[in-house]
């Protein structure tokens, strides 16, 4: 027993250069039973404990064991007296934190990262900004979170090439170019954010692990390619992501992919089946996945009103914003109420003042978290519906003015679209 348990331990680093996680949460669940206790070393609980918390929330989700896990792991590691496993316990929890929607936790973690980095002697400092950069971002507040996660994305790649070898965590780098590509986006700067997405992938991809790579393919690229309306390059990126997810048994992440597939589907007027994509969302649901589960409740709320039930649509778009609110993870809003919008004006065209009011609340929002691509989309579905209606002036000035204050990304989809309102807006030159 004693023997297996020390081939267990030892086998984990090369169980995560393999990328067989879920083989080696299998083999850590096993050594930490009862059963081997007297056989393990407080040192092997600790790995035992952290490579357990860590390979379960990358293959079923932030579940409760998950947080039980890193805890232990982190109290092994404060009793040891050991700086690098505390942090890499902390930087596991405040990922956990995250993924369970709860960005203020997440940001109390990397606070506590910071002061550990602060004070150990084997410190790596901007660790901690990766987490509170993402957590930040979700918060809506877009500049602090570029702010923190250009800090680690700018740090030379080989300060942290020997950090993770040995335990399954998320290169820190490759998840903050991750969040940063969006929030550049967001921000008003596709082309940059296509630019941080790509070099994701490629590192992610020169890594060689699945988790890091699913991140960048379904969390990175896939993302990014659907907010610049290159749907060819999306449906790339997905198949790819779900072919790793379900390759290496990360469940999760063939689960996000899957509902993620939900929005492309809509985009590009494919089928969706709302039974399916019923259950998809309680495996997320109940698995504790809360940070992109309402933009996959707007989803299905879309997918339900273009079936015909404009109620049930909106019943549950509603149920998706209240969870954005509750959380206070309200990035996403100016978003879900211009979709919400768009619900109501193609089902219900005689009555455009529900509409209207979805996209101008949207476009106010949207300036208030200075998020200028939602801005841009809102006004642009909100010139489109009053020119149904006879036309708006301000509606136009709104449009002209998001548009204006881009500075790139001219090629990209929304910019094409708005440009093309813009020229043909009645009165204008050409017009005539």
Request: net charge neutral.
């Amino acid at each position: 027993m004693a023997l297996g348990v020390r081939l267990t331990v030892t086998a984990i680093p090369f169980g995560k250069q393999v990328s067989l996680v879920e083989e080696c949460r299998m083999a850590v669940e096993r050594a930490l039973d009862d059963s081997f206790q007297p056989h393990r070393s407080i040192r092997d609980d600790l790995a035992l404990n952290l490579t357990l918390g860590a390979t379960l929330l990358h293959t079923r989700g932030p579940l409760l064991q998950v947080k039980s896990s890193l805890t232990k792991a982190l109290a092994i590691a404060a009793q040891l007296g050991d700086t690098d496993m505390q942090l890499a316990c902390l930087r596991g929890l405040s990922e956990y934190e995250l993924w369970t929607g709860d960005s203020h936790s997440a940001i109390a973690v990397a606070r506590k990262i910071r002061a550990l980095e602060t004070n150990g002697q084997d410190a790596h400092p901007s660790d901690a900004n990766a987490q509170a950069g993402s957590a930040l971002s979700w918060l809506g507040a877009l500049a602090a979170s570029r702010q923190q996660l250009e800090n680690i994305v700018q740090r030379p790649i080989s300060h942290t090439a020997q950090l993770d070898v040995a335990r399954f965590e998320f290169d820190q780098r490759l998840t903050a170019q991750g969040s940063l590509a969006t929030v550049l986006w967001l921000q008003g700067f596709p082309d940059q954010a296509i630019a941080v997405a790509r070099r994701q992938l490629e590192e992610a991809e020169a890594s060689n692990y699945a988790v890091s790579l699913c991140s960048a393919l379904l969390h990175g690229s896939l993302i990014i390619a659907m907010y610049i309306r290159d749907y060819e390059a999306a449906w790339s990126y997905l198949n790819s992501g779900l072919e790793h997810a379900t390759k290496h048994g990360l469940s999760i992440w063939r689960n996000m992919g899957m509902c993620t597939r939900g929005r492309l589907c809509l985009y590009t007027d494919r089928p969706i089946d709302l039974a399916a994509y019923r259950v998809l969302l309680a495996e997320v649901r109940d698995g504790g996945f809360r940070m992109r589960y309402p933009n996959y409740l707007t989803n299905y709320a879309e997918a339900v009103a273009r079936q015909g039930d404009l109620p049930g649509g909106l019943a549950a778009i509603n149920e998706a914003i209240a969870l954005c609110e509750s959380r206070g993870q309200v990035v996403g809003i100016p978003e879900i109420l211009r979709i919400k919008g768009n619900m109501i004006r193609f089902h219900e065209p005689a009555n455009p003042d529900k509409a209207v009011e979805c996209y101008q609340r949207s476009i106010e929002l949207a300036r208030q978290g200075e998020a200028l691509s939602w801005e841009l989309r809102s006004a642009t579905s909100l010139v489109k519906l009053m020119r149904r209606h006879g036309g708006d002036n301000e509606a136009e000035d709104m449009l002209a003015s998001a548009y204006n204050r881009f500075q790139e990304g001219f090629s990209t989809g929304d910019l094409l679209r708005a440009r093309t309102l813009i020229a043909t807006r009645p009165g204008a030159p050409g017009e005539r």
